[in-house]
């Protein structure tokens, strides 16, 4: 069973950068497309980036396209999320998820889920 642990969370001022990590439990983190996502108080969880298992594919959402990156150290078994030009609507728990499938990520519908960490953007 991946176990994943997101941490990096936070309050950050508008404007500010927050770097996030997901930690996953194997050494084989390099078979496992990894997507982040994130639910904000009251809607539904969204899907904000995604990074194939080799790191050659990867996805942003429309709203944070241009200030986050997503990257992946496969050696250490974790995940990154940088997070910049942070904006009040970026609050929200962060949730790192795995897959073996890349396509999963893009439909939400990945196996392996985080218990999440809350970021708090201040305006």
């Known amino acids: 069973q991946l176990q994943l642990v997101e941490s990096g969370g936070g309050l950050v001022q508008s404007g500010g950068s927050l770097r996030l990590s997901c930690a996953v439990s194997e050494s084989t983190l390099g078979y496992y497309a990894v997507g982040w996502f994130r639910q904000a108080p009251g809607k539904e969880r969204e899907r904000v980036s995604c990074i194939s298992k080799d790191g050659d594919l990867t996805y942003y959402a429309d709203d944070v396209e241009g200030r986050f990156t997503v990257s992946r150290h496969n050696a250490v078994n974790t995940v990154y999320l940088q997070m910049n030009s942070l904006k009040p609507e970026d609050t929200a728990v962060y949730y790192c998820?795995?897959?073996?499938?890349?396509?999963?990520?893009?439909?939400?519908?990945?196996?392996?889920w985080g218990k999440g960490t809350l970021v708090t953007v201040s305006s």
């Open positions: 998820a795995a897959d073996r499938l890349f396509r999963l990520c893009m439909s939400g519908a990945m196996d392996y």
